[in-house]
């Protein structure tokens, strides 16, 4: 009985320490990096003032033919009375309004 306490002891004692090692020797777990994102000011366009060029520059999937395509209503019907509005322009569909909407406005 007593041979059977010892190997029991032992084997308890070795593996607690085969654990602690194993503890010691692991390697950190990498923490994630979180970085802090700029905010970067949004530049708005009003639709009753600025040019084709401003407004291809600017504006997303609005190149230099949209653009003149605006500018040429804008000046057949007047001034946009609101950002809505420029969905009148032949060729400028719901998607482009959306992913313009934050950077036009209407003065």
Do not use: H, W
Request: avoid cysteine; aromatic fraction near 4%; proline fraction near 5%.
């Amino acid at each position: 009985m007593s041979k059977l306490r010892l190997s029991s002891l032992l084997f308890a004692l070795l593996s607690g320490f085969s654990v602690a090692t194993m503890a010691a020797e692991a390697p950190a777990t990498p923490q994630p990096v979180v970085q802090a994102q700029a905010v970067v000011p949004v530049t708005r366009i009003d639709l009753n003032s600025a040019d084709a060029e401003t407004l291809a520059r600017e504006l997303n999937g609005i190149g230099e033919a949209k653009a003149r395509a605006i500018v040429e209503y804008r000046d057949a019907k007047g001034p946009f009375t609101s950002v809505d509005e420029l969905l009148e322009v032949k060729g400028i569909g719901t998607a482009t309004l959306e992913k313009n909407r934050e950077r036009l406005r209407v003065n």
